[in-house]
């Protein structure tokens, strides 16, 4: 399910309506309205949440989409400069590096310490069952990107042949 939020659309909406809240507490103190101090509030609120909305639209959730990926889970983060992800044991390498790419987009953050490493390196694997009741982890590949820089143009990706080659079906 795709959800779509523009808060730029609710700002605009919420700004209206803080005005309408605007206009009717200045009536309410020409008029000597009872509830004149209770709209002051109201228009207090709206006003906070029109700026709230507008903030929020200006770009706290941006999303890159890399074509090809396949969904991934974060198995290890140590918040700093290493990440793991679990991807399936079905995945080919195309796929691979396309989820590589977009783990490097996703786990990007200003605020990650380097820890002496000014890159952030993030390690898929996946489980292979080599026998019965034997569960085994196996590193199909590797990006490294860069801490500082959130469009890093030089990503270190790296996949391990000699992994795909341990994988139960053939996937090149």
């Given at each position: 399910m795709?959800?779509?939020?523009?808060?730029?659309?609710?700002?605009?909406?919420?700004?209206?309506?803080?005005?309408?809240?605007?206009?009717?507490?200045?009536?309410?103190?020409?008029?000597?309205?009872g509830i004149r101090f209770r709209l002051v509030g109201v228009t207090g609120f709206m006003g906070v949440l029109t700026v709230g909305l507008?903030?929020?639209?200006?770009?706290?959730?941006?999303?890159?989409?890399?074509?090809?990926?396949?969904?991934?889970?974060?198995?290890?983060?140590?918040g700093?400069?290493?990440?793991v992800?679990?991807?399936p044991p079905e995945i080919n390498k195309s796929e691979l590096s396309a989820t590589l790419r977009q783990a490097a987009a996703d786990l990007y953050s200003s605020g990650r310490l380097g820890r002496g490493s000014d890159?952030?390196?993030?390690?898929?694997?996946t489980v292979i069952?080599?026998?019965?009741?034997?569960?085994?982890?196996?590193?199909l590949g590797q990006?490294?990107?860069?801490?500082?820089?959130?469009?890093?143009?030089?990503?270190?990706l790296e996949l391990f042949s000699e992994s795909f080659a341990q994988l139960p079906e053939s996937n090149s």
């Open positions: 795709e959800v779509t939020i523009d808060f730029y659309n609710y700002a605009k909406w919420s700004g209206i309506l803080t005005i309408a809240c605007l206009v009717i507490a200045g009536l309410g103190f020409i008029f000597k309205w507008f903030a929020l639209g200006l770009g706290l959730f941006s999303h890159t989409v890399i074509p090809g990926s396949v969904r991934y889970a974060v198995v290890y983060d140590n700093a400069n290493q990440a992800i679990a991807v890159r952030l390196t993030i390690r898929a694997r069952h080599p026998e019965p009741g034997f569960s085994q982890p196996l590193y990006v490294g990107r860069s801490l500082s820089d959130r469009n890093d143009d030089r990503l270190a």
